[in-house]
């Protein structure tokens, strides 16, 4: 069964605040990206590791002039492999713990994070 979900953008004010604040916190890089655009001069992109062909999904950081970070809007849950090393790296990047980690039965545990953005995004772990 293909995966429904294949691609998701977090929208940040401070682009490359936001992008150490994600590379620090998940342990990973992200890889900046020209986007050609005539619409949209203010435009950055850097997009998340991702590997496509098996089915998972990715996304990318974004500025965008007609696009603002915040919360209430989608919430988006990073793979973790235990929660807690990404909390503890929360709070020195910038970020907050909004709801720390929480047994969700058989579906594994979330956590709660706001980044540098204002973005709320969630954590997912089976441990």
């Given at each position: 069964m293909k995966n429904t979900v294949?691609?998701?953008e977090i929208y940040t004010s401070d682009f490359k605040r936001a992008k150490n604040f994600y590379t620090q916190v998940l342990k990973c890089?992200?890889?900046d990206l020209h986007v050609n655009s005539e619409r949209h001069s203010q435009m950055e992109y850097a997009t998340f590791p991702d590997d496509q062909k098996n089915g998972g999904a990715s996304g990318a950081l974004v500025k965008l002039d007609v696009a603002?970070?915040?919360v209430?809007?989608?919430l988006v849950y990073?793979?973790?492999e235990e929660i807690n090393a990404e909390l503890s790296r929360v709070e020195a990047a910038g970020g907050k713990i909004i709801?720390?980690?929480q047994d969700i039965g058989d579906h594994g545990f979330i956590a709660l994070i706001e980044d540098t953005e204002g973005n709320m995004i969630g954590l997912r772990?089976?441990?």
């Open positions: 294949n691609w998701f890089e992200l890889t603002k970070p915040g209430g809007g989608t990073f793979d973790s709801r720390p980690k772990s089976m441990k």
